[in-house]
C-alpha cells in the first residue's frame, strides 16, 4: 500500500508543465495509488502516481517469447486504421473483387480471400487495397 499525501496538503514534486519541482496542493485521491495535483505557480492540475515501479526485470528476462508477442508501431497503427474503416463500412455496400471489375477510389471491396478492404488508389490496371492484414496491390478492369 502506498501512503498518499492529505487531500489540501500540499505535495513537492515535479510540474510538467513548469519543468520544475513545484509544491502542489492535493486536490483529491483519484484512485488507491494516485492523487490529483495542482501546481501552486502554474495552476495545472494532473494525476500523479505514487505507486513504486516495479522493476522491469522479471518481464525482459523472459526474452524471445514476449518479444514475439510485440506488435510493431507500423502493424499497430494499421490495425488501428481499419477498425475505424471496419466500424464506418460494412459488406453492404462492397463490391465483390473481381479482376474484371473496375474499381474506383474510395470504394469498398470485399475479397473472398483477404475479407473486407478499401481502395486506397486507382493505378491504370492495379488498385492498391487496404486490408486487414495489409495493403495489396490487385490488378481490376481486365475484360
Ligand atoms: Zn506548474
Redesign the pocket.
Known amino acids: 500500500m502506498v501512503q498518499l499525501p492529505a487531500v489540501a496538503s500540499s505535495y513537492y514534486c515535479r ?1 510538467s ?2 519543468g520544475l519541482d ?1 509544491y502542489h496542493k492535493v486536490v483529491t485521491h483519484t484512485n488507491e495509488t494516485t492523487v490529483r495535483l495542482k ?1 501552486e ?2 495552476g ?1 492540475t494532473g494525476n500523479h502516481n505514487l505507486e513504486v515501479k516495479k522493476s522491469t526485470s522479471t518481464a525482459k528476462s523472459k526474452g524471445p517469447k514476449e518479444s514475439k508477442k510485440t506488435i510493431s508501431a507500423k502493424a499497430a497503427a494499421h490495425a488501428a486504421e481499419f477498425e475505424v474503416f471496419k466500424n464506418a463500412n460494412n459488406a453492404d455496400g462492397a463490391l465483390t473483387y473481381s479482376m474484371k471489375v473496375t474499381f474506383k477510389e474510395s470504394q469498398v471491396v470485399q475479397h473472398p480471400k483477404f475479407g473486407l478492404g478499401l481502395v486506397r488508389s486507382v493505378q491504370g490496371d492495379k488498385i492498391e487495397v487496404f486490408f486487414e492484414d495489409e495493403v495489396r496491390f490487385l490488378v481490376h478492369g481486365r475484360v
Open positions: 510540474c508543465k513548469c513545484r501546481c505557480v502554474c495545472k
